[in-house]
């Protein structure tokens, strides 16, 4: 049946390349983002038989949804991350919903593997498994490792703490800096957790360092509540584990593309969600953000940038389930198989495929439904106002993440009253992290030492 699947994909995706390139041009939009026609979700469902998924005698914790039907919660369970074999980050707290957010739930030393990793001498590396809250406000558990180093901190005050979010462009556990960290270097690990060495450097001026899995226990790819919460919840749990070293210090934040994400999400939410951390909260420097989904699909759907865009819908329909609801078969198909657990580089080689989102949806006009509307209004987080200072930077040759939505959201930052700085690199998006990594490391070190922060909004 797969490879009937697999055949049928191929021949599809071919015949709707052509359809949507021509209904384009009736259209001022990207013409990847136009309707097919009408009668094309119903053969293509006639075409592929729906997926046999599991029937379950009772919806485990992290897939129910209140008042949903019970096929529709088996299968948000059947799209769900399997299990990484390591209970820390597998195994659901039967008690989540009492405890507060950034409350710890449990906790280890991973100093030996991790200190390996970093190669910075450590006083300790541990991880910690603590409550946050998903993108819907129920109650979530999160991850995190934290690091402090040998170095004493002999500047004044308490030590400065640095958030490093990396990209996590993942939908499975094995692919996340927090399994890295405690299980080695393996060949799902994504390199961006090691480069730039944002945590050796933080590590080796005496910084300690809070590296989260922002994606959460579902693995939310690119869901930015979800990233927000669990980043601030990450703050909370480090104090709580040691509050002479993570209790009391100003606190720095960096996140670059799936990161940054996280990072946007966590500094338009903490004034909110975490007004205990504000005071701390002195900077976030966010590099190659995607900020609007909307403008994503216009830039990677239906081309090669197609395998990280689907994942990415995939992510956010963990902790949005309704996009489930106006999924065919063929799109649950690809859901509930083992795409579900993929990592960077099988995004990248399924952009190959040049598969459109309009082939997975039973709506032939998916970017303008209800549903996309919504989640497409939400994501873009509008209107909030980060409450620290922002150094935002993007590249300007950009193509799947374009520098218009950067623009933009300094833009937004500056109406609202935030102090905001833009910068623009020449360099598209793998090598814009390293072309801005100078000016990003001395704005973050400057803000972590009390420099105040200039305000490029004036």
Known sequence: MRAAVTACLLTVSLVAGSV???????????????AVPPELPRDLDALVPEPQVRKLPRIPERSRIP?????????????????????????????????RPGEIIASRDVTRTAGFLVTVPLRYAKQVKFR?????????????????????????????????????????????????FSHGYNKDTNSTDIFPPNIQLALSRGYA???PDHTGARLAYAEPYVGGHVVLDSIR???????????????????YSGGAIATNGAAKLASSYAPDLTDRLVGAAIGGVPADFRSLAGAMNANLGTGVFLSAVLGVARERPE???VS??????????????????????????????????????????????????????????????????????????????????????????????????????MAGVFVAFPEVVNWLDARLRGVPAPNGCR
């Open 209 to 211: 360092v809070i590296v």
């Open 328 to 429: 065919n078969n063929l799109a649950k198909w690809l859901a509930t198989s083992g795409l579900k657990d993929i990592c960077t580089s099988t995004m990248g080689v399924l952009g190959l495929s040049h598969l459109p989102a309009q082939l997975l949806s039973s709506d032939p006009d998916p970017f303008h439904s209800p549903v996309a509307e919504r989640v497409f209004e939400e994501t873009s987080m509008p209107g909030l106002k980060a409450s620290m200072p922002l150094f935002i930077y993007h590249g300007t040759y950009e193509w799947w993440i374009p520098a218009t939505q950067a623009r933009a959201l300094y833009r937004e930052q500056c109406a609202l009253g935030a102090n905001a700085t833009y910068r623009e690199v020449p360099a598209e998006h």
């Open 237 to 255: 749990a480090a104090a709580a584990l040691d509050p002479k070293e993570f209790g009391k210090g100003p606190v720095a934040m960096h996140g």
């Open 20 to 34: 949507l390139v021509d209904a384009g041009s009736a259209r001022a939009e990207p013409p990847n983002l136009t």
């Open 132 to 180: 946050t809250t998903d993108a819907t406000g129920g109650p979530l558990y999160g991850t995190a490792t934290v690091f402090v180093p040998k170095t004493p901190w002999k500047g004044p005050g308490s030590r400065p703490i640095l958030v490093n979010n990396t990209p996590i462009v993942t939908l499975g556990y094995t692919c996340t800096p927090g399994y890295t």
């Open 323 to 325: 996009i489930l609801g």
């Open 67 to 99: 008042g949903a039907s019970r096929e529709l919660q088996e299968l948000r369970e059947a799209i769900m991350p399997s299990p990484s074999g390591d209970p820390f980050f597998d195994r659901w707290p039967a008690d989540l919903a009492k405890k």
